[in-house]
């Protein structure tokens, strides 16, 4: 049995300034053989394509991986830059030989100039070669999908954990699928809902509400026979794309009336539970001032998650924390690559400076924030992942630079966006997490898998930003103008 496997994943924030570009991408791209030895034993869609593999004798044949590249969230992907690979993907399966299956590890929520559906258009390219091989495709939750993708695929799954820490359990999910669909055991029959909804990202936890009462009732429709697995995509609200918002998927064994009603059922209470979709959440004074109070009562630490920020740089939670008088605090990363270049070569560790940070990227992203602070790192530290999400994938950050301000208030200056989304953000860079009442990251779940077992609160704050928990602060352009809540009928209406 020989299975092609191929990965084309990104996330594209069209609001952020910088386009995607093949220069952005090409220095990650792995190709062949490495595409799958790579992925071995880091937990991902693809080595639970490997753990299925192995199980059952499979020949695995790597074509091309290609997705998010480290750093700022880039905008809209240039066509060129998708045509490449896409174009790889299609001729290294032209190349492959005999094939028996095909899985695809996409994202779910790519925006790309010219192409409105890129990743139902690379499957479709792909059904186009493989003909009636059996196509499945694996999703991050935040995919912004419609009956494009599922018509032109056997089997979509998405993973259904934000923090995201069962891609390599979904992998399993889409390749045993895969492999019984191979030897005629199964005929994956699925259905795909939309109802409408559109929610930013810090609402979509599933480990709360409203994610979790979906995915109760994914689990209660996957005990009745015939259904295999039931899959919600909450959607990326930060893509303006024309398929934006939540979809259901079903996929039964050859039960298309089945597929129909469990997919609609889903669909109907995501509706119900709309309005939890679009609460409003404090802004940076307000929500400050209420972690301080927090901390005053022992209920420390505290994490703010700044969710609205995708280029790193914004300011507006650090200057909340230095004019409301807030100690024992850090922030991993504030990025901007001038002021940490110019630390490097005009400071040193130990050296007590005076730098402008922040505020540089867009409208959004505050002025800069002068601070004096003793340098206590300066360096481009390389670490490996210790949380759940990602655990034991190394990283090699950009140019760092740790002030500590005083009253155990340290800011990093980065070359790049960074975060810490488990400690060894912080330690890679002399910062001890555990002295902290404040930890403020640029996150808007994924640090939860981590930091819920650190923090007392997770708070999270709605500074301005290009990823808003208000969505009608964006301005739009491609989406339906009867999504809920701020498609046009809706403002229309005002409701």
Same mark, same amino acid.
């Given at each position: 049995?020989?299975?092609?496997?191929?990965?084309?994943?990104?996330?594209?924030?069209?609001?952020?300034?910088?386009?995607?570009?093949?220069?952005?991408?090409?220095?990650?791209?792995?190709?062949?053989?490495?595409?799958?030895?790579?992925?071995?034993?880091?937990?991902?869609?693809?080595?639970?394509?490997?753990?299925?593999?192995?199980?059952?004798?499979?020949?695995?044949?790597?074509?091309?991986?290609?997705?998010?590249?480290?750093?700022?969230?880039?905008?809209?992907?240039?066509?060129?830059?998708?045509?490449?690979?896409?174009?790889?993907?299609?001729?290294?399966?032209?190349?492959?030989?005999?094939?028996?299956?095909?899985?695809?590890?996409?994202?779910?929520?790519?925006?790309?100039?010219?192409?409105?559906?890129?990743?139902?258009?690379?499957?479709?390219?792909?059904?186009?070669?493989?003909?009636?091989?059996?196509?499945?495709?694996?999703?991050?939750?935040?995919?912004?999908?419609?009956?494009?993708?599922?018509?032109?695929?056997?089997?979509?799954?998405?993973?259904?954990?934000?923090?995201?820490?069962?891609?390599?359990?979904?992998?399993?999910?889409?390749?045993?699928?895969?492999?019984?669909?191979? #030897?005629?055991?199964?005929?994956? %029959?699925?259905?795909?809902?939309?109802?409408?909804?559109?929610?930013?990202?810090?609402?979509?936890?599933?480990?709360?509400?409203?994610?979790?009462?979906?995915?109760?009732?994914?689990?209660?429709?996957?005990?009745?026979?015939?259904?295999?697995?039931?899959? @919600?995509?909450?959607?990326?609200?930060?893509?303006?794309?024309?398929?934006?918002?939540?979809?259901?998927?079903?996929? %039964?064994?050859?039960?298309?009336?089945?597929?129909?009603?469990?997919?609609?059922?889903?669909?109907?209470?995501?509706?119900?539970?709309?309005?939890?979709?679009?609460?409003?959440?404090?802004?940076?004074?307000?929500?400050?001032?209420?972690?301080?109070?927090?901390?005053?009562?022992?209920?420390?630490?505290?994490?703010?998650?700044?969710?609205?920020?995708?280029?790193?740089?914004?300011?507006?939670?650090?200057?909340?924390?230095?004019?409301?008088?807030?100690?024992?605090?850090?922030?991993?990363?504030?990025?901007?690559?001038?002021?940490?270049?110019?630390?490097?070569?005009?400071?040193?560790?130990?050296?007590?400076?005076?730098?402008?940070?922040?505020?540089?990227?867009?409208?959004?992203?505050? %002025?800069?924030?002068?601070?004096?602070?003793?340098?206590?790192?300066?360096? #481009?530290?390389?670490?490996?992942?210790?949380?759940?999400?990602?655990?034991?994938?190394?990283?090699?950050?950009?140019?760092? @630079?740790?002030?500590?301000?005083?009253?155990?208030?340290?800011?990093?200056?980065?070359?790049?966006?960074?975060?810490?989304?488990?400690?060894?953000?912080?330690?890679?860079?002399?910062?001890?997490?555990?002295?902290?009442?404040?930890?403020?990251?640029?996150?808007?779940?994924?640090?939860?898998?981590?930091?819920?077992?650190?923090?007392?609160?997770?708070?999270?704050?709605?500074?301005?930003?290009?990823?808003?928990?208000?969505?009608?602060?964006? #301005?739009?352009?491609?989406?339906?103008?009867?999504?809920?809540?701020?498609? #046009?009928?809706?403002?229309?209406?005002?409701?």
């Amino acid at each position: 049995m020989r299975i092609a496997v191929a990965e084309f994943s990104h996330e594209t924030c069209t609001f952020c300034p910088e386009p995607t570009t093949i220069a952005g991408l090409e220095p990650y791209v792995r190709r062949g053989e490495a595409v799958v030895a790579s992925a071995r034993g880091i937990p991902s869609y693809v080595n639970g394509y490997i753990q299925v593999a192995d199980d059952v004798g499979a020949e695995l044949v790597g074509i091309v991986s290609a997705g998010m590249a480290p750093g700022p969230y880039t905008s809209w992907m240039d066509r060129e830059c998708y045509e490449k690979y896409a174009g790889e993907i299609v001729e290294g399966l032209k190349t492959a030989g005999k094939l028996d299956g095909v899985l695809l590890a996409l994202h779910g929520a790519m925006a790309v100039r010219g192409i409105p559906k890129p990743e139902a258009e690379l499957v479709r390219r792909v059904r186009g070669v493989v003909g009636k091989t059996p196509i499945m495709v694996t999703l991050d939750l935040h995919a912004n999908e419609d009956h494009e993708l599922t018509a032109a695929s056997h089997g979509v799954f998405v993973i259904r954990t934000y923090p995201h820490v069962d891609t390599e359990e979904t992998g399993r999910v889409a390749a045993r699928c895969l492999v019984k669909t191979i #030897r005629g055991e199964f005929t994956p %029959t699925q259905v795909l809902r939309k109802p409408g909804i559109i929610s930013a990202s810090i609402f979509q936890a599933s480990d709360y509400h409203p994610m979790r009462d979906l995915y109760d009732r994914c689990r209660e429709w996957e005990q009745r026979p015939g259904v295999y697995r039931m899959s @919600v995509a909450p959607g990326f609200a930060y893509a303006d794309v024309p398929d934006v918002g939540l979809s259901v998927i079903a996929v %039964t064994d050859g039960d298309a009336e089945l597929a129909e009603r469990a997919a609609e059922d889903v669909a109907a209470l995501a509706w119900s539970l709309r309005a939890s979709f679009a609460r409003p959440l404090p802004k940076p004074r307000e929500g400050v001032a209420e972690v301080l109070r927090l901390v005053k009562e022992g209920q420390k630490p505290v994490v703010i998650a700044d969710g609205t920020d995708r280029t790193g740089d914004s300011t507006h939670i650090l200057k909340e924390l230095l004019a409301q008088g807030a100690v024992n605090f850090a922030l991993p990363g504030i990025a901007d690559p001038r002021a940490a270049h110019h630390l490097e070569q005009n400071a040193a560790v130990g050296q007590a400076v005076t730098v402008s940070i922040g505020g540089w990227a867009s409208e959004h992203s505050g %002025t800069p924030v002068e601070v004096t602070g003793k340098i206590t790192f300066m360096g #481009r530290p390389r670490y490996q992942l210790v949380g759940p999400m990602g655990k034991g994938r190394r990283v090699q950050d950009g140019l760092a @630079v740790a002030l500590d301000l005083g009253d155990n208030r340290r800011v990093v200056v980065s070359e790049r966006m960074r975060g810490a989304n488990d400690s060894a953000g912080f330690e890679a860079v002399g910062i001890d997490y555990r002295t902290l009442d404040i930890i403020v990251l640029k996150d808007r779940v994924h640090h939860r898998a981590f930091w819920d077992n650190v923090s007392r609160v997770d708070f999270p704050i709605d500074a301005p930003g290009i990823g808003p928990a208000d969505l009608s602060t964006l #301005r739009y352009e491609n989406i339906p103008d009867d999504i809920y809540p701020i498609g #046009r009928r809706w403002q229309v209406a005002g409701k």
